[in-house]
C-alpha cells in the first residue's frame, strides 16, 4: 500500500514541479537501459520455433517455454477477453523490442460515485516486449470504448507473459536489473482479468495526498487523473543494495 500523507497547495504545487522532474530523468534511463538489454531478450532465444522469425531453428528448453507461456495464456484469455485457449504454434512474431510504460491504476474513494481516478506512478513501470495494442488500448477493448480486435487482444495478452517466462527462464536477467538498481515483481492487473505482468520500481519511495486533496484538484482541472508524489528527501534515502549485500557478507 502507498502511503498518503496531508498536503496543502503550495507543498502540492511545490512537490508536483520536483516530482515531474525526477519521473523524466527516471524514464529516460529507463529507456536506455532497455536499449541496451535489448539484445538480451530474443523471442527466439527462447521460444525457438514455436515463434515465427527469421532463423527457424531448435532451441532447447523451447517446448517447455511454450508450454508455460500456453498455461499462463489460458488461465486469463477468456473472461474478460473472449479469446480461444489454445494458441497456435508458430506464434505471430513477437517484437525484440523492451517497452517499459508507466504504471497505472484507479484509485476508489467512497466520497465520489463514478470510475474513480486513475493514478499514475513515476517510479513504477510495466516492462513487456513492444505492443501495437498496450494496456490503455486494451482496457478500451474490453470496456466497449473501442471495438475489439481479438488478434491485437491475444498479441498484447503474449507480449506482457512472454516476458514473465523469459526472466524465470534466464534469472540471471532479473539480477541484471535489480543490479541497475530495479526493484523486479510480478503483478495482476484486476482491471485486466488478472492479466499478469512484469513491474520494475526504481529505489524512491512515492505517496499520494489524501482523497479530498485529490478530488479538489481533479475537480480544479476537469480531468480525473492524478500522480503519485516524489518528496525531496526520498532522493536522499535511496538505498544501496550492493553496499547492503556486502554488508551482510562481512558480518
Known amino acids: 500500500m502507498i502511503s498518503r500523507k496531508s498536503l496543502d497547495s503550495q507543498e502540492f504545487l511545490k512537490l508536483r514541479l520536483a516530482t515531474e522532474k525526477i519521473a523524466n530523468a527516471l524514464d529516460k534511463r529507463l529507456r536506455a537501459h532497455l536499449n541496451v538489454l535489448r539484445p538480451l531478450f530474443v523471442p527466439r532465444n527462447l521460444f525457438g520455433t514455436y515463434v515465427k522469425s527469421s532463423q527457424m531453428h531448435e532451441i532447447p528448453g523451447a517446448e517447455k517455454a511454450f508450454a508455460e507461456l500456453q498455461e499462463k495464456y489460458a488461465s486469463i484469455c477468456e473472461k474478460p477477453f473472449g479469446l480461444s485457449k489454445k494458441l497456435q504454434a508458430p506464434l505471430a512474431p513477437i517484437s525484440n523490442q523492451l517497452?517499459?510504460?508507466?504504471?497505472?491504476?484507479?484509485?476508489?474513494?467512497?466520497?465520489?460515485?463514478?470510475?474513480?481516478?486513475?493514478?499514475?506512478?513515476?517510479?513504477?513501470?510495466?516492462?513487456?516486449?513492444?505492443?501495437?495494442?498496450?494496456?490503455?488500448?486494451?482496457?478500451?477493448?474490453?470496456?466497449?470504448?473501442?471495438?475489439?480486435?481479438?488478434?491485437?487482444?491475444?498479441?498484447?495478452?503474449?507480449?506482457?507473459?512472454?516476458?514473465?517466462?523469459?526472466?524465470?527462464?534466464?534469472?540471471?536477467?532479473?539480477?541484471?536489473?535489480?543490479?541497475?538498481?530495479?526493484?523486479?515483481?510480478?503483478?495482476?492487473?484486476?482491471?485486466?482479468?488478472?492479466?499478469?505482468?512484469?513491474?520494475?520500481?526504481?529505489?524512491?519511495?512515492?505517496f499520494l495526498p489524501l482523497d479530498d486533496f485529490i478530488i479538489q484538484i481533479t475537480q480544479l482541472s476537469g480531468i480525473p487523473a492524478f500522480q503519485e508524489i516524489v518528496e525531496t528527501e526520498a532522493v536522499e534515502n535511496i538505498p544501496d543494495p550492493l553496499k547492503e549485500a556486502l554488508r551482510q557478507t562481512l558480518n
Open 99 to 206: 517497452e517499459g510504460s508507466a504504471l497505472q491504476y484507479t484509485l476508489r474513494s467512497d466520497n465520489v460515485q463514478g470510475k474513480g481516478t486513475q493514478i499514475t506512478s513515476p517510479t513504477k513501470w510495466i516492462l513487456s516486449f513492444r505492443s501495437e495494442c498496450p494496456l490503455n488500448r486494451l482496457k478500451a477493448m474490453i470496456s466497449g470504448v473501442e471495438t475489439r480486435q481479438p488478434e491485437a487482444m491475444k498479441q498484447a495478452l503474449i507480449d506482457h507473459l512472454a516476458i514473465i517466462v523469459y526472466l524465470k527462464t534466464f534469472p540471471v536477467l532479473t539480477q541484471l536489473l535489480q543490479d541497475l538498481r530495479y526493484e523486479v515483481e510480478i503483478k495482476d492487473m484486476d482491471e485486466l482479468g488478472g492479466l499478469s505482468v512484469v513491474v520494475l520500481k526504481a529505489p524512491i519511495e512515492t
